[in-house]
């Protein structure tokens, strides 16, 4: 039976899609648990391909909407891969009684979180199922980008020693979508993050060649993609509590609720490895780009323990970061 | 066992059901103060919350104490450790 | 964050360290932390790696989560399949496995649960449905209980007849006295647990000096709290010392909270007896709603099956809960028990011992 | 308010189609009702790009399962442009619930027919949602072709006098997942028609190298298809009613429900406009197939009236042959 | 398909149009197919084409559907939305609009409307569905009531507690009568209607020929059936016969089908008078629940507004089942009214003039 | 008005109940018979199916009379029309 855990990008997830996709549709191309392949076309070039559904309740949240996510999602995950995404589709999943308004809103909000990201939405689908068979509506989009020649960005080219980066202040999309659903009853200034990262992702190749290794720390948050990030270079991952960079309202919303806000979903940041010596100019260039002012160095690649995400503790302590296990509950205890 | 934060009073929302706003770093949420009515608390107190409730209004004067006394503690000893540091057999 | 971050101060922590270094000397000490939320700081904030060697911190049975019998998890899903019934509980509650699955797997398979912050919400759940029959599954001791009192209170002012509790609130005391009349208690002091405190007060702890011979010192949860407390601990010993001290005492006073114990009093009786995972039945540990209370009762609306299930063969939470054994030590951890696939409580709530070590300690034992 | 209407792929999808998702991403490349974009590769190559969510309730039917159409619908999108299909993406929205064997069924069924069909599955995503905020399971497939040099398929190259074929006989999917729902208790050995006609669209395209147009009638069928050929050609349409392939049981359940199989979907046929001196070998190509063997010209295209789809009846009159509007439902008069 | 197939038959059909043709002569000839089904029989094979000019087919008010007034669909609809409440309806009602939009629009508002194949269905759902009241939202004329009848009767026979009808089932002889007594009648004779016919027999028809002294033949609806109709129309004229001839012998007997007759008597009776859409109040023209099947009456069990709604002003859908207009001939027709925007209920169903006409026929015209 | 279809009865399902299955062209569906239990239909019988009921049973020797019939009555005025236009002033 699936449940809802499965859905949260933690290691539940890890394990369906292993146990069922990747196992069904074994393929040299396959890209199992990473943002999106890259495929070899015959002219050479190398295409990146990815896709999202989207899902998120409530459709509108503080800082963007199920439209925004749906193009920024896509377009971030081809980011990721190195790509310059171009060409978005775009299918919709429709609750027969959904207002047209709303529907015309969100393709309003993804029209200009397309223009603004670059992209074209150049194909969609429509369709329409029975009251209660979806809730309102469901956005998947998928994704087409080019990748440089010469762009190789993988775990397997991280090296002990390289810097970990992530592109700004984390957890705002999980936490603002979390207290927009209203069960909770909290009021906090907490806008979603969610922006498309393919600018800045520029600015970080331009100024830091060698980047290894780009992550979106969405579902899950920055632990889990740390996690995957060490089970996928088969290193370690070392962490500095005081350089993550939380707002202070995320901080006490974690801290009220019992989350951490390392398992908070993110969707205009991204995670990059560099070396050492490239990662002062990457940071710079991160910080130089208004979507990059809180960008900071995290941590660093470790030789071991191999497969586990370490964090240094404010307090000089040393703790492990696990991979989310299950959806984000808030707990009492 | 039992997740507390502090959080600051910021408005009594509804005194006969004991029921007032705490902030905790930004973040807003009306809580129950019925648990510490007769301290009789205040806006701008800081209160210990558990489950939407004040379980007890955080005592400023004892937290410096304690503060204090850890620190004494800490220093104490570290005294103690440069002391024993410089007269103890190496 | 005031209040948490000045106890988060790293110097300090350095200083404390060194104390207790310095207090501990050549000697073993084994500490119990009774409540699950210091077990959380020990773990979250790295602290185990900075005690000395010679200082072992012990993880006690104060997770709420961790001591609710499968049977009664089992209960709580039979509730939340009934037609008509809204389960509401805290999110630490949904993972939980009884003999049939968790609630999270009760309401993947299309169960009505719904997860709360406030017993208060789960009120406003039923308020807001009021053709449904709206259960609140209370779990947690004294910190807790007092919010369900209010709550009760208020659903009978309200007059509501769609909502109930199915109470499983434990009181703290009697499992730290079954910790301590175990034969084999190898322990040199106890961290009192600070917030259930700001309830109960410091006083109830006096019996474990008194008739045992081990110092408490109650403690806050920031990290500083706990190493101060190990500190104190310490120096009683040195000192020849054995008493309660409070080192919470910006929020727990002697005599606790007499409000919250008066309106508990109103709503809530002791049980005879109650049944601990893995400690067994523990008699006038828990508490039931009084007669007054009946018609919020879930116990009395609803024919529970009330079946006791055995817990899993391979489940060693006992030995963990009394302090036995550390986490590691039992044979399921980290392989068939992790809190993905989670075979004992303690591996379920992130309060949980076996959950916090493996979650936030496990690179120590590589 | 969206109703089912709008989703049944007849006139009431187009018109929403055009009001909210072709006014908010206006682009040039958009294909706003066609079966998927060709876009132009800087190697100039061209890149067919198509997705649809599939929806098909129940999961399985006679002849296959939403895991068949979710593959073949957009393999044939992809051939639809006159593309060779390459790679699929494939995105899951999961109840909570769903049994996990049943998924790996559908993945099973998704593997196997990527596998008949030549392509690959190179990227996923899961995700699942609360009980009651889906039905069940909503596959989202997106693909990625290849167009061949020369290769021009557009409604604008039709020229009156041309032959309008289809690959096979009508109405089956669309009828056997109607029975299949059981609740008009009827029972046929009708099954599914769905299968990837990539293979024999090639066959078609080596045969008749000038054909001008393709189209995959799915929802709202052969009639819907026409409909869309005469509005984008500026010219009409007129079949031949005895010429259009219809199994007899497929025919009869359609009497009996008052429904005109020209509006029933099909998931494994395709039509074709061809110039007349190729409809022969076009024909011949597509009968030597074993899936093409119940091919036939079922029309011609006129020079008008522009945009009507009539049809010759079998006894020698002229009617037309609307659009469907909303979904086919049973009728009683 | 057997008695389709041999009456589809084209070459058999040539012969029937120049014996038309032949028999029409210069004259011009306007025949009323009462029927809707023998509507869509001519545009859906394209018949209109075929006959000489002289001859005109005048679509009549033979559409169930079509005569429905819009305050009883909001009453539909109202029902549907009655918590609890499944309303059941034939495919061809789901997109009648009233005056608070269709069962289609409900529906996505949330209202649970299901379409069915037949009577016994919404009984079957009935009694899968314990907990809810199904209503079956019956039309039709006296084909479709005897089904409704045998329905009523074995849901009474299985003491269902959660069924009701909501009866909109009429009789096709009062409305020939009105339109027989239009001031500015047209017509030369009548295509009687086949299916209903199978039930009240040929016999009911007579005051046509003796009363008002037009010819009628009873038709079958396979395109053969339809031209032979009108040429035993014009036979009869041309021999000077007006009489009421039955060229649906297969099926249609003169008495009918008495057990239908029966059933349809132990069931309904008629109502005093009931508004057809466009052609206002007409006396005895329709039937409700006897007393003995009040409980199963839709009527009386909820307290439906029953409100008149006032057709859409630019509706003349009235006109046009009078035979006054042809349906091209409203102004709305194509522009404002077409079937993805009915205005009218001669746009929904296919069996509607206006509908068949826009579908099959609008060709013509260009 | 009133879809009508002619179905073939091939299995008395339920004869208390009058409900039979009738096969359209290879579909098959249970129906009611009790309209036209009286005429005692027989499986082999044709039925004139509208909303799940038999409304009539398909009188065969009928239909073929009325086949008949319009071929008479199209054959009869093709002569004439031949004859006539033979014989029409031109
Ligand atoms: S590892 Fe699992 S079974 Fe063993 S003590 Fe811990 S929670 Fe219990
Ligand atoms: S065009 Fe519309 S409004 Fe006019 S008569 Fe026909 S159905 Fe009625
Ligand atoms: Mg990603
Ligand atoms: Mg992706
Ligand atoms: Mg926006
Ligand atoms: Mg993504
Ligand atoms: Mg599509
Ligand atoms: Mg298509
Ligand atoms: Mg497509
Ligand atoms: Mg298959
Ligand atoms: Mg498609
Ligand atoms: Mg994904």
Not at chain 1, 232 to 260: F, K, T
Not at chain 2, 60 to 73: H, I, N, P
Not at chain 3, 346 to 365: H, I, K, P
Request: hydrophobic residues 45%; charged residues 20%.
């Amino acid at each position: 039976m699936v449940t809802a855990a499965h859905g949260a990008g933690g290691s539940a997830s890890a394990e369906l899609i292993e146990a069922v996709f990747v196992d069904a549709f074994r393929n040299p191309a396959l890209d199992a648990l990473g943002d999106g392949a890259v495929l070899p076309l015959p002219s050479g070039e190398s295409l990146a391909f990815s896709t999202d559904s989207f899902v998120v309740r409530p459709l509108r949240f503080p800082g963007g909407s199920i439209g925004d996510l749906a193009v920024h999602g896509t377009v971030n995950d081809l980011a990721m891969t190195g790509a310059r995404p171009l060409w978005l589709s775009a299918a919709f999943v429709i609750e027969e009684g959904f207002p047209v308004d709303e529907l015309r809103r969100v393709a309003g909000d993804m029209a200009e979180a397309a223009r603004a990201a670059g992209v074209e939405v150049v194909t969609g689908d429509t369709k329409v199922v029975d009251t209660g068979a979806a809730d309102g509506l469901i956005v998947t989009t998928a994704g087409v980008g080019l990748v440089p020649p010469g762009r190789q960005l993988s775990a397997r080219r991280v090296r002990p020693g390289d810097r970990v980066l992530v592109s700004g202040t984390i957890g705002e999309h999980g936490m603002a979508v979390m207290i927009a659903r209203g069960n909770l009853a909290i009021d906090a200034a907490i806008r979603s993050d969610t922006a498309a990262v393919n600018a800045l992702v520029e600015e970080l190749l331009a100024a830091a060649p060698s980047t290894r290794w780009l992550r979106d720390p969405t579902r899950g948050g920055v632990g889990t993609a740390c996690n995957e990030l060490a089970r996928d270079s088969g290193l370690g991952v070392l962490l500095d509590e005081c350089s993550v960079p939380v707002r202070p309202d995320v901080r006490g919303a974690c801290e009220l609720l019992g989350i951490d806000p390392l398992h908070v979903a993110n969707e205009g940041r991204f995670l990059a490895v560099v070396p050492p010596e490239q990662a002062p100019a990457a940071l710079a260039a991160l910080r130089e780009h208004p979507r990059g002012r809180s960008a900071a160095v995290i941590g660093e690649i470790t030789e071991g323990p191999a497969g586990i995400v370490a964090m240094r503790t404010a307090l000089g302590g040393t703790r492990i970061v696990d991979m989310l296990v299950g959806d984000p509950l808030p707990r009492i205890c | 066992m039992c997740l507390g934060i502090p959080g600051r009073l910021v408005e009594i929302v509804d005194a006969g059901q004991h029921l007032a706003t705490v902030d905790v770093s930004g973040v807003r949420r009306t809580i129950s103060i019925r648990l510490v009515a007769a301290d009789g608390p205040q806006v701008g107190d800081w209160v210990l919350v558990h489950v939407g409730f004040a379980l007890a209004v955080i005592d400023e004067d004892e937290a410096t104490r304690t503060l204090e006394a850890m620190e004494k503690l800490g220093a104490a000893y570290q005294d103690e450790i440069e002391a024993f540091g410089s007269s103890a057999i190496p | 964050m005031r209040f948490v971050d000045e106890f988060r101060d790293p110097a300090a922590a350095r200083a404390l360290v060194a104390a207790i270094a310095e207090l501990a000397g050549t000697d073993s000490y084994a500490f119990m932390e009774v409540c699950g939320g210091h077990t959380h700081t020990i773990y979250r904030h790295g602290i185990q790696h900075l005690l000395p060697e010679s200082v072992e911190l012990v993880h006690g049975p104060g997770c709420p989560v961790c001591v609710i019998p499968m049977g009664r998890v089992d209960d709580a899903i039979w509730l939340a399949e009934q037609p008509g019934v809204v389960l509401t509980s805290f999110g630490d509650m949904m993972r939980v496995p009884g003999g049939r699955g968790s609630l999270l797997e009760a309401r993947a398979r299309g169960a009505d649960v719904r997860f709360v912050y406030s017993p208060l919400d789960a009120l406003g759940v039923a308020l807001d449905n009021p053709d449904r029959h709206v259960v609140f599954f209370a779990v947690g001791f004294e910190t807790t209980a007092p919010s369900t009192a209010v709550t009760l209170l208020r659903a009978r002012e309200l007059g509501l007849t769609n909502f109930s509790v199915f109470c499983n609130h434990v009181t703290i005391i009697p499992p730290l006295r079954a910790i301590l009349r175990s034969p084999d208690l190898r322990l040199s002091g106890f961290i009192g647990p600070g917030h259930v405190s700001t309830v109960v007060g410091s006083r109830p702890y006096r019996f474990v000096p008194e008739a045992h011979g081990k110092p408490v010192v109650v403690a806050g949860f920031e990290p500083l709290d706990v190493l101060a407390a190990v500190a104190m601990l310490l120096r009683q010993i040195r000192q020849g010392r054995c008493e309660v001290e409070n080192q919470y005492g910006r929020v727990v006073r002697e005599e606790g909270n007499p409000q919250a114990l008066a309106l508990m009093a109103r709503v809530f009786e002791l049980r005879p007896h109650f049944e601990w995972r893995g400690l067994g039945f523990i008699a006038q540990s828990a508490l039931r709603l009084t007669d007054d209370f009946a018609r919020f009762d879930a116990e009395r609306r609803f024919d529970m099956p009330g079946v006791r299930v055995a817990d899993p063969k391979a489940c060693q939470c006992g030995e963990v809960l009394k302090g036995a054994i550390k986490p590691w030590e039992c044979k399921v951890f980290g392989t068939a028990c992790t809190p993905q696939t989670p075979i004992g409580t303690c591996m379920v709530s992130s309060e949980g011992a076996c959950a916090a070590y493996y979650t936030f300690g496990r690179m120590a034992l590589r």
